[in-house]
């Protein structure tokens, strides 16, 4: 079974500053895990995936995010927030074996940015 | 080229009711997935299709249903409408195993 926790359902930052959205997973496999924005009335957008490849990733809009085995974490982070980036944020946990690859998610963080 | 599609965009339906949901895949792609958005229980996974068939269902009543065509679109059914149904429904859809699910822009179902 998998499950993610995302840590502070709501974060603010100023305009310029850095990012950071937390995620820790919980798998007993291997796991892809991908983070996934979500603007108002809209879908899901997939910012980037972690497919056992390299640990630390790098997606669109700047955003890249870390993935550390021994602490079970995948934190997304952006050196320099810009007032676009106002959205929520969800983490995904699915697992690597075929036939059970629905996506767990974690309950999302609202990010806020400040002028 | 064309992302996942939709339909309706909202509906809204009165307890007892049917509701029916459609899904468009990206060109290629042949996995389907249902999600639910409700208020206060974040984002749950309702059904998987792929190939035309039903791979795994998620905690829901059977109540909820769908099915996925030969041209890989799919339509979920919410039949017996209850308050609680009342929610932000996503398909996501995906070309193959080790690759990610893009998402529509879902479909917001009122039960009033």
């Known amino acids: 079974a998998q499950s993610v926790t995302q840590l502070g359902s709501h974060v603010s930052v100023s305009e310029g500053a850095l990012v950071l959205l937390r995620c820790n997973y919980s798998?007993?496999?291997?796991?892809?895990l991908f983070w996934y924005v979500q603007y108002p009335n809209q879908g899901l957008q997939l910012l980037l995936k972690y497919t056992s490849a390299a640990t630390l990733v790098k997606g669109i809009n700047g955003f890249e995010a870390e993935f550390k085995k021994s602490e079970t974490s995948f934190h997304l982070t952006k050196p320099s927030a810009h007032m676009s980036d106002a959205a929520e944020y969800f983490c995904?946990?699915?697992?690597?074996?075929?036939?059970?690859?629905?996506?767990?998610f974690g309950t999302g963080t609202r990010l806020t940015i400040i002028p | 080229e064309a992302g996942v599609t939709q339909s309706p965009t909202h509906l809204i339906k009165t307890r007892g009711q049917q509701a029916t949901l459609r899904c468009s895949p990206i060109?290629?792609?042949?996995?389907v997935y249902w999600y639910q958005q409700a208020l206060g229980l974040g984002l749950q996974f309702l059904l998987w299709y792929d190939e035309g068939e039903e791979r795994n269902r998620g905690n829901f009543p059977p109540r909820f249903s769908g099915r996925q065509f030969p041209n890989y679109s799919s339509e979920l059914n919410v039949n017996a409408l209850e308050l609680e149904d009342s929610a932000l429904y996503l398909c996501?859809?995906?070309?193959?195993?080790?690759?990610?699910?893009?998402f529509g822009d879902g479909t917001r179902l009122s039960i009033l």
């Open positions: 996501a859809t995906r070309e193959g195993s080790n690759q990610p699910q893009h």
């Open positions: 995904a946990v699915s697992p690597l074996n075929f036939g059970n690859e629905k996506l767990t």
């Open positions: 060109s290629g792609h042949t996995s």
């Open positions: 798998s007993s496999v291997p796991p892809y």
